[in-house]
C-alpha cells in the first residue's frame, strides 16, 4: 500500500502542486494539515475524493498553490511577522548572536506575504479535483509494481510450504512405524497383566489414528490452492482475506507440529512456521 504520486499544474496565474504519500494501513486514514490555507473550505472534499480512489492506507496530502503575485494585491501577515520576530530576537539574544538582519530574514520566512486569493476560490476546486486524481493515479501505479513484487514473494512462500509438507512423506513412514513397535513392545511386556488385550488393541489404534497428519496435510493444500486463487485474482482489495486465509493455514502447520512426535518433522514443521510469518508480514503490504 505505500506509493507516491505528485503532479504540477499550471491554471491562469496559478500553480498547483498535489503530493499525495501512502504509507501501510490496516484501515483508511488521511493527513490534510498540509494543504494549503486557501483550500481548506475542500477539505472534506478532498478526503472523500482520495479515500474513494485509495481505500486503504495512511496518505500524506500536500497541496499548494503558487500564484504571480505581481498580478493580485499582496500584503504583510503582520501578526506572524510579529511572532516570527519575537522569537527570533529572543533566540539571537539568548545566543548571544548580531540583530543585524532580523528584517531581511523575517521576509524570507513562509506565509509573510499573501495575496488576495478570495476571488479565485470559487472555481478552483473544478481545477483541483482533476489534479488530485492523476496524482492518485500516479500513486496507484506505484502501488501496482510493489504489488507485482509482493505477489512472487507470496507465491514463494506458498513453494516452500508445500515442498515441505512433501519432505513430510518419507519420515511420516519411518515414524509410525518406530511408533507401532515402541507400542507392540509395551504390548508385549504387559501382556500377562491385561485383562482385556482387545481394549488396550483398541487403545493403540486410536492412538496411532490421532498421530495421523492425512486430513492436516489435505486441508492445508486445499487453503494453499485458495491463498493463490485469492492472490490471482484482478479484484482490487484482498489483503484482509489473503491475512485470514494464512491463519487457516497457520492452524494446520500448528497441528502437524503436535503430531509430529518426531525431531526430523518438528525441523521441517519450524521452516514451515518461518515462511508463513514472512509471508503474514507481506500481506500487511498488500491493499
Avoid: C
Wanted: aromatic share 4%; hydrophobic share 40%.
Amino acid at each position: 500500500m505505500t506509493g507516491f504520486g505528485r503532479i504540477e499544474a499550471s491554471i491562469g496565474d496559478r500553480q498547483l502542486v498535489v503530493e499525495l504519500k501512502s504509507l501501510n494501513g490496516k484501515g483508511f486514514d488521511i493527513n490534510t494539515n498540509k494543504i494549503s490555507n486557501v483550500l481548506r473550505a475542500y477539505d472534506v472534499q478532498v478526503r472523500s475524493l482520495i479515500q474513494g480512489l485509495l481505500v486503504r492506507g495512511t496518505t500524506d496530502v500536500n497541496i499548494t498553490i503558487r500564484q504571480d503575485l505581481a498580478s493580485r494585491p499582496v500584503s504583510i501577515n503582520m501578526d506572524l511577522a510579529k511572532a516570527y520576530y519575537k522569537n527570533i530576537h529572543e533566540l539571537a539574544k539568548e545566543l548571544n548572536l548580531p540583530q543585524k538582519n532580523i528584517l531581511h530574514t523575517l521576509l524570507q520566512l513562509p506565509d509573510i506575504f499573501s495575496a488576495d486569493l478570495e476571488s479565485s476560490q470559487e472555481l478552483l476546486w473544478e481545477d483541483l479535483k482533476p489534479i488530485i486524481e492523476s496524482a492518485a493515479e500516479k500513486l496507484i501505479l506505484h502501488r501496482k509494481i510493489e504489488g507485482q513484487s509482493l505477489q512472487k514473494d507470496l507465491e514463494e512462500r506458498m513453494n516452500a510450504i508445500e515442498s515441505a509438507v512433501e519432505k513430510l512423506v518419507p519420515l511420516e513412514n519411518g515414524r509410525m512405524d518406530r511408533v507401532r513397535e515402541r507400542l507392540q513392545n509395551a504390548l508385549a511386556a504387559l501382556s500377562a497383566e491385561i485383562k482385556d488385550p482387545n481394549r488396550l488393541e483398541q487403545e493403540m489404534i486410536f492412538y496411532l489414528e490421532k498421530m495421523d497428519v492425512s486430513e492436516e496435510k489435505t486441508r492445508l493444500a486445499e487453503h494453499i490452492r485458495y491463498f493463490r486463487d485469492v492472490l490471482w485474482n484482478e479484484e482490487t482489495s484482498k489483503g484482509k482475506v489473503l491475512g485470514f486465509i494464512l491463519q487457516e493455514i497457520g492452524r494446520e502447520i500448528n497441528t502437524l507440529g503436535a503430531k509430529a512426535n518426531d525431531a526430523g518433522i518438528q525441523q521441517i514443521v519450524v521452516g514451515m512456521k518461518d515462511e508463513l510469518e514472512k509471508a503474514k508480514e507481506q500481506v500487511l503490504n498488500v491493499l
